[in-house]
């Protein structure tokens, strides 16, 4: 059965007959053209496809499309255009946290929701925020750097 989905992407508000059973990632990638959010495992392991729903970090690949009815959806493209989330990516990659690029989506976006909830990270907070998403080229240590620093740029 399909039904209409209204939502907000990025700052634009979309509206698509969706499938029941499409996911919030299926409905991205193959919907809005919005290639940025990966699927790595399929299965919320990995953290590829991780967007910000409503302010709170989901997996896209388990999250049903027809769940984000009226939500504000912030995907990598959207931290793009930001001009304060943008500090992450450029911390990134100055400290060499980003390689293949692969997961870099869902780190990023997972990075910035943890500094939107926790302003002030401890590095074993900024590990756990990052527990949930997969690197197999850098370690994360870069990663972690590049986090305490945009924390401490944005505190002032």
Known sequence: MSRLLRCTVNGTLCERIVEDDTTLLQFLREELGLT???EG???GDCGACTVLVNGESVNSCLYLALLAE???ILTIEGLQGDKEACDIQEAFIR???IQCGFCSPGMLMSAEYLLRSHPNPTEMEIR???SGNLCRCTGYQQMV???LEV???RRG
Do not use: Q
Request: glycine share 24%; hydrophobic share 25%; net charge negative.
């Open 151 to 153: 924390a401490e740029k």
């Open 36 to 38: 940025g959010t990966k």
């Open 70 to 72: 009226g939500t504000d």
């Open 145 to 147: 750097d590049a986090i």
């Open 95 to 97: 400290h060499g946290a």
């Open 41 to 43: 495992c399929g299965e």
């Open 128 to 130: 756990r925020g990052l």
